[in-house]
């Protein structure tokens, strides 16, 4: 099968020395490269700036910015069976981007956003994709709830929740505890090394793409 996953974060930039990001590591989404490379499955990973080695016989397509990960999915995402999002996309960029260095003025300075596309969102409407579709949550508060209303808002067959409140779990960790929030049932998978759970999304993500 052929595999799509987004991974790390995305940099928005500000000015040339400058840039609006977050804290993924991307060890969630290579992990599950990793798994899905070693069942011989075909990996398209796409992803942003992280200091992971590139997993062996994936094809790698490296973006900066939210707007190129839009676009790189958009490219590629029909030639995939299953799509697989762990990225952390920033929500908003810079407005404007400021071409020489921006100077210190005054004591406040106000930064206007713009919001991004959504990616994962535009995979059914706007990308047309049919294959099986699995997004990530991270949450803060109502994990369930706000992965269901990501489950249904943007197609996915699967929302893989982690609560990003806790230092020893999601972001940069090299554990993560899961909430699987499917359309009729939820299922806890307790804390563990990012790797095993790479192979349990594997696995019932090829489950759900074989059923579907
Ligand atoms: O990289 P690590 O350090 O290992 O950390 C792992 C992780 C915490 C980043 C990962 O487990 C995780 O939760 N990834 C999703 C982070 C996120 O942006 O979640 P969200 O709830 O804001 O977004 C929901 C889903 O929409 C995600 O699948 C996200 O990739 C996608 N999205 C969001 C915004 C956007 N503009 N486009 C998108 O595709």
């Known amino acids: ?14 000015d040339p020395v400058r840039y609006l990001t977050n804290r993924s590591s ?7 490269a990793d798994s899905a490379a070693a069942h011989q499955h075909r990996i398209i990973l796409i ?3 992280t200091e992971i080695e590139i997993p062996d016989g994936v ?27 762990a990225a952390a996309v920033a929500d908003y960029r810079p407005a404007e981007f400021q071409d020489q260095k921006i100077k210190k003025h005054g004591d406040t300075l106000t930064l ?6 959504d990616i994962l969102g535009s995979c059914r409407d706007k990308f047309h994709f049919t294959g099986t579709l ?12 706000n ?39 939820t299922e806890l998978i307790e804390k563990a090394q990012k790797s095993h759970l790479a192979h349990i999304i594997l696995d ?9």
Do not use: W
């Open 47 to 49: 992803s942003g700036p």
């Open 134 to 145: 699995i997004g990530f949550a991270a949450e803060t508060q109502n994990v369930e709830s």
């Open 112 to 117: 206007e956003l713009v919001k991004n596309p």
């Open 26 to 32: 991307g060890k969630m989404g290579y992990a599950i």
């Open 147 to 185: 992965a269901r209303g990501k489950l249904e808002r943007k197609g996915c067959d699967l929302v893989i929740a982690n609560d990003v409140s806790r230092a020893d779990i999601g972001f940069d960790s090299n554990e993560n505890e899961i909430l699987l929030v499917y359309k009729d049932q």
């Open 1 to 14: 099968m052929t595999i799509l996953i987004t991974a790390g974060p995305t940099r928005e930039p500000l």
């Open 59 to 85: 094809d790698f397509i490296p973006v900066e910015t939210a707007a190129e990960m839009y676009a790189a999915v958009e490219k590629y995402i029909n030639k995939a069976d299953i799509a697989i999002f």
């Open 204 to 212: 019932l993500a090829t489950k759900l793409h074989r059923t579907s």
